[in-house]
């Protein structure tokens, strides 16, 4: 599963690394960004890939994700 960066675009400034894996444990998933810090991400890039410990879907949604990563806009 790829989650989107459904939101205005803008540059990411931080990601909270802590509250993810701690989402990622929740949603029993493994979590990998696309993008890294300091990069540029378009409304609607892909932001991060999922996949599940068992290989059943995901439960993990852009919304769980999206609050954990900073983006700058100018």
């Known amino acids: 599963l790829v ?3 459904e939101r205005a675009p803008g540059v990411i400034t931080t990601i909270d ?3 993810l894996v701690a989402v990622a444990e ?8 696309v993008p890294r810090i300091g990069e540029f991400v ?8 999922v996949w599940c410990d068992d290989g059943a879907l995901p439960t993990v949604t852009g ?3 999206l ?3 900073g983006l700058h806009r100018e």
């Not at 929740?26 to 960004?33: A, D, V």
């Not at 378009?42 to 890939?49: D, N, Q, V």
């Open 26 to 33: 929740r949603h029993r998933c493994l979590l990998r960004f």
């Open 17 to 19: 690394e802590d509250d």
């Open 3 to 5: 989650l989107s960066a």
């Open 63 to 65: 919304p769980d994700v």
């Open 42 to 49: 378009p409304s609607g890039a892909p932001l991060a890939e």
């Open 67 to 69: 609050p954990h990563v």
